[in-house]
């Protein structure tokens, strides 16, 4: 991932770098594996959030 300063803008860089990391879902990520899930509750979170999409996604219909 690259992220270009212009201007000595570094704030905006910094910014554009967290929208960039948000949108690939790297802190979502950091969260998941803060901790040891075991393998059941892996599945049941897997399920979960399966469902949370189809949800979604039928809200939009």
């Known amino acids: 991932m690259k992220v270009t300063v212009h201007d000595n803008q570094i ?3 910094i910014r554009d770098l967290k ?3 948000t949108k ?3 802190f979502s990520e950091i969260k998941e594996r803060r901790f040891y899930d075991k ?3 892996q599945k049941k979170k ?3 959030k399966a469902a949370k999409r ?3 996604r039928m ?3």
């Open 11 to 13: 704030e905006k860089a």
């Open 19 to 21: 929208r960039k990391l």
């Open 24 to 26: 690939e879902g790297f």
């Open 39 to 41: 393998p059941s509750v």
């Open 46 to 48: 897997k399920r979960a």
């Open 54 to 56: 189809r949800r979604k």
């Open 59 to 61: 809200k939009r219909f």
